[in-house]
């Protein structure tokens, strides 16, 4: 899955991101609260992995929002504005998205299947509470609901991913992971008819897009 694209220039990104692990050092004076129990213990090396207004939301060391100045809110961060400008009040709820992707790589380095279970658990709620605490106009949202659908499908829960990816091309009838995802499980099932009919129902809305046409070339010929 490609890292949202909600960010600025990557020298504006690298400094946002080094005043932000410095907050990290001043952590006790800022008097961070946890908003709930299920807030991972993030490394420096955690935060700069996830998307970099992550360390922004209330499980950051910024604390959490305050609506006295603001009704979208704002805490501590000095760049909390500009990330309630992109994703509205939403951004309060988007440190479930962040706990995910942690999640998400722990996952991929995990082989026990019983912990591999659990952490696919943890994962579809982080994502099921996005999905019915967020506005449908957020700017993540196609991202989490194709998210989700990967997580349902390495869970066996086909019916489940394809509403999922049904959903996301719903709210971003552009958006290509949300068809390929399903493209590629619809090969793998050998139901090529299907599998075509959906690449052709991407390539109407993006004609050139290039994940889509390597699936179109290797369907041809299959039947």
Known sequence: M???TLLPSCATQALW????????ALLPLLGHAQTDAGRPNYSAGDWALLPEWCIDTQDGPYGSPSYSDT????????????WTSIFGGDFWHMHHFCRALYSERKLQMTVGAPQRISLAKIILGEYSYLVHKCSPSN????????RMGDIQLKSDDRIAAMGSYESARALKPDYWPAYTRWVDELIKLGLFSKARELVDQGLA???????????RKALEGKS
Request: glycine share 4%.
């Open 2 to 4: 490609n890292r949202p």
């Open 17 to 24: 991101r080094g005043l932000a692990l410095l907050a990290l």
């Open 71 to 82: 009704p979208v809110g704002k805490n501590q961060s000095p760049r909390s504005l500009r």
């Open 139 to 146: 700017p993540m949202m196609p991202e989490v609901l194709v």
């Open 205 to 215: 809305q993006m004609p050139d897009e290039p994940n889509l046409l390597q699936r």
